[in-house]
């Protein structure tokens, strides 16, 4: 059965420092794999995805994550976190089909301290 | 990406009673997914809504419970049935991509409180 662990609860950061979270993945097969966003009170927010092709996949506010079969990981990178990016990071995995349903990670909660 | 409406975005309602949530998308897709998301935890997958089928439920949830309409690909509702306090909890609804695998993008959900 396909899972996804996120094995650091709670990271604190300093503003502007630099950012990576953690992600691994279960399956199979290589997944598609994905990171969301949640700030407080809000609605996901898909940061990035991948399906194939190159391990490093761009996403949006300046976010990469690099797919790294033998390791079974999806980390998440920022080269300089503002404080705005505050927020709970979740990682998700799922089948190699489009229409596959996608199971989350139990999140990461990133602070920034000022 | 599709955009997804979703609504009611809160309600607050009282125990024993039922909330029908709706889910609108602004594009054909094959599936659309209906989760959970209790207080500081992670999204839970209810169930999987295919058009033209019964939905598929994931292990602890049930129809009687979670009953949920597919009538068409652009549209989903999932109601929530006799309703008690342990059901508080986020609701959100995604699509399942399609062709080319651009989707998973998700509702902004429905803050459910039971009283």
């Known amino acids: 059965a396909q899972s996804v662990t996120q094995p650091d609860i709670h990271i604190t950061v300093s503003e502007g420092a630099s950012l990576e979270l953690r992600c691994n993945y279960s399956?199979?097969?290589?997944?598609?794999l994905f990171w969301y966003v949640q700030s407080p009170g809000q609605g996901l927010q898909l940061l990035l995805k991948?399906?194939?092709?190159?391990?490093l996949v761009q996403g949006i506010k300046g976010f990469e994550a690099e797919f790294k079969r033998s390791q079974s990981s999806f980390n998440l990178r920022k080269p300089s976190v503002p404080w705005s990016d505050a927020a709970e990071y979740f990682c998700?995995?799922?089948?190699?089909?489009?229409?596959?349903?996608?199971?989350f990670g139990s999140g990461t909660r990133l602070s920034i301290r000022p | 990406s599709a955009v997804i409406s979703q609504k009611p975005s809160r309600d607050i309602c009282q125990r024993g009673t039922s909330l029908t949530i709706q889910c609108q998308v602004d594009?054909?897709?094959?599936?659309m997914f209906w989760y959970r998301q209790q207080p500081g935890q992670s999204l839970t997958l209810i169930a999987t809504?295919?058009?033209?089928?019964?939905?598929?439920?994931e292990s602890g949830f049930v129809i009687d419970k979670f009953p949920i309409s597919r009538p068409n690909l652009t549209f989903s509702t999932l109601t929530v049935s006799n309703m008690s306090p342990e059901d508080s909890s986020i609701y959100l609804c995604?699509?399942?991509?399609?062709?080319?695998?651009?989707?998973?993008?998700f509702g902004s959900g429905t803050r459910l409180t039971v009283v």
């Open positions: 998700a995995v799922g089948g190699y089909s489009s229409a596959s349903k996608i199971i």
């Open positions: 399956y199979g097969a290589t997944p598609y």
């Open positions: 991948y399906f194939s092709g190159d391990t």
């Open positions: 594009s054909q897709v094959t599936m």
């Open positions: 809504a295919n058009q033209g089928s019964e939905a598929t439920y």
């Open positions: 995604s699509d399942g991509g399609g062709q080319g695998a651009q989707g998973y993008t």
